[in-house]
C-alpha cells in the first residue's frame, strides 16, 4: 500500500495527469494572487510545541504578523504550526497553510486563515516559493532539505527575483553550512559570492529587520524593471508607507 499512490499515478494517462496538475496550478494562483509582502516558513512537522525551534518560529512569525507581513508555511504540524500560530494570533495579515497530500505526518493546523491542498509536491513548492520576499529556514528533514535547495538554487540561477534566504539553528545547520563554504566551493561546484545567498542567523529581531530591508530592496528592483503599475508593487509601496513595518 505504501507505494501505491505512485503505481496509481502511473496507470493515469497522461492527459488526466496534465489536467489534475493544472487543477492544482490553477487553485494556488488564484487563491494567492492579492497577496501581499509575505514570509514562507520551512521546517520539521515532527517537532513538539515545547521545542526551542517551534517557541522561536512562533515569536519571529508573530513578530512579522505584527508589522503586517503574511506567513507562509506548509500548513502541517511542528515548525509550521508553530510559525502559523505567531502569525494568527499577531492578527493583523494573513495565515497561510499550504499542505500536500501525504499517508503520514501531514495534517491540517488549526492556525490559518487560508489552508489550501495539493496532490504534487512540485506545485505546492512553487507556491511556497512565488509569493514570498524571504524564506526562513528552521531545522528539518530531507523536506526541508529539498526546499532549501531549491530556493538556493531558483535564486543563484536568476528564475526568481533576489530573496532573502535565513538559516535559524546554527548548531543544526552548521556542518551542512561549512560543506557549502569549503568543500563546494574548494571543488568549483558553486561560486564563493553564492554562499552569501545564505544568511545564518539566530537572532529573530536581526532576521526580522534584514526582511524590512530586503522589502525595500524588492520594491526597487521591481521599479528598475518597469513593473510599478504591477498589483504587487503598489500593495508593497502600501504596506511600506505603513510605519510599523519599518
Not at 503505481?7 to 496550478?25: A, P, Q, Y
Not at 505567531?86 to 503520514?104: Q, V
Not at 501531514?106 to 516559493?129: A, C, G, H, P, W
Request: net charge negative.
Amino acid at each position: 500500500m505504501k507505494h501505491r499512490a505512485h503505481i496509481k499515478d502511473t496507470e493515469r494517462s497522461n492527459e488526466w495527469s496534465v489536467l489534475r496538475i493544472m487543477s492544482d496550478f490553477v487553485k494556488g494562483f488564484d487563491e494567492l494572487k492579492d497577496l501581499g509582502p509575505s514570509v514562507t516558513f520551512f521546517g520539521s512537522a515532527r517537532f513538539t510545541p515545547d521545542n526551542i525551534y517551534c517557541q522561536d518560529a512562533t515569536k519571529l512569525a508573530n513578530i512579522l504578523g505584527k508589522k503586517g507581513y503574511s506567513v507562509i508555511t506548509g500548513g502541517s504540524a511542528g515548525i509550521m504550526e508553530a510559525a502559523n500560530k505567531g502569525a494568527f494570533e499577531a492578527n493583523k495579515a494573513e495565515s497561510i497553510g499550504l499542505n500536500i497530500n501525504l499517508p503520514h505526518e501531514q495534517t491540517e493546523n488549526r492556525y490559518t486563515t487560508k489552508n489550501l491542498s495539493f496532490d504534487y509536491f512540485f506545485v505546492r513548492k512553487v507556491m511556497l516559493i512565488k509569493y514570498s520576499l524571504a524564506y526562513v529556514i528552521f531545522p528539518g528533514g530531507f523536506g526541508t532539505l529539498d526546499e532549501f535547495f531549491e530556493a538556493l538554487t531558483l535564486t543563484q540561477t536568476g528564475k526568481i527575483t533576489k530573496i532573502s534566504i535565513f538559516l535559524y539553528g546554527k548548531s543544526y545547520w552548521e556542518k551542512l553550512y561549512d560543506f557549502i563554504q569549503t568543500t563546494m566551493v574548494e571543488h568549483h561546484t558553486i561560486n564563493k559570492c553564492d554562499v552569501e545567498l545564505i544568511i545564518m542567523s539566530d537572532n529573530i529581531d536581526e532576521i526580522a529587520l534584514k526582511i524590512d530591508e530586503r522589502l525595500i530592496l524588492h520594491t526597487n528592483e521591481l521599479k528598475n524593471d518597469g513593473l510599478e503599475n504591477t498589483a504587487y508593487y503598489k500593495q508593497a509601496m502600501e504596506f511600506l508607507s505603513n510605519k510599523e513595518c519599518l
